[in-house]
């Protein structure tokens, strides 16, 4: 006979929607450095450093949802092993992962989000619109 031994993960999510504005990016970085500063979080391996990744993927990925495709929703999980970043928005088209240049004023957020994320995913949303998603490990 086995005996199965569960390992109990603390987990937490939050669901933010955000306008179609540019202030929406610096209220999502307020937002996501809020929800991960909770003091229940900080023991789940959280440091300044993965703080300050998560906040700037956020910042990234929220930017490009209201600038191309509207209104967006900002999903955030945590748990004792990662954390998780997924930005819904309703654009037509799909997000493209430009290689960066030194000479480009725009066009390195995606690119700089996969560096930072040990998983990162676009995946088209039934009904329109796409996914955005960024694993960082803890």
Not at 69 to 78: F, N
Not at 96 to 122: H, K, N, Y
Request: hydrophobic fraction near 35%; aromatic fraction near 4%; charge should be positive.
């Amino acid at each position: 006979m086995r005996t199965h031994r569960r390992t109990h993960r603390r987990s937490a999510q939050v669901e933010y929607l955000l306008p179609d504005e540019a202030e929406s990016a610096g209220r999502a970085r307020k937002l996501t450095s809020q929800f991960l500063t909770r003091s229940d979080r900080r023991t789940a391996g959280l440091d300044a450093e993965h703080i300050g990744d998560a906040t700037l993927i956020v910042s990234e990925l929220v930017t490009n949802a209201t600038r191309h495709g509207g209104t967006c929703r900002l999903r955030l999980r945590v748990s004792d092993t990662q954390v998780t970043v997924e930005v819904y928005d309703s654009s037509p088209g799909r997000p493209v992962v430009r290689p960066p240049t030194t000479w480009s004023e725009s066009g390195r957020g995606l690119a700089m989000v996969r560096c930072l994320a040990q998983r990162f995913d676009i995946v088209r949303v039934a009904g329109g619109g796409n996914r955005v998603r960024a694993v960082l490990a803890l």
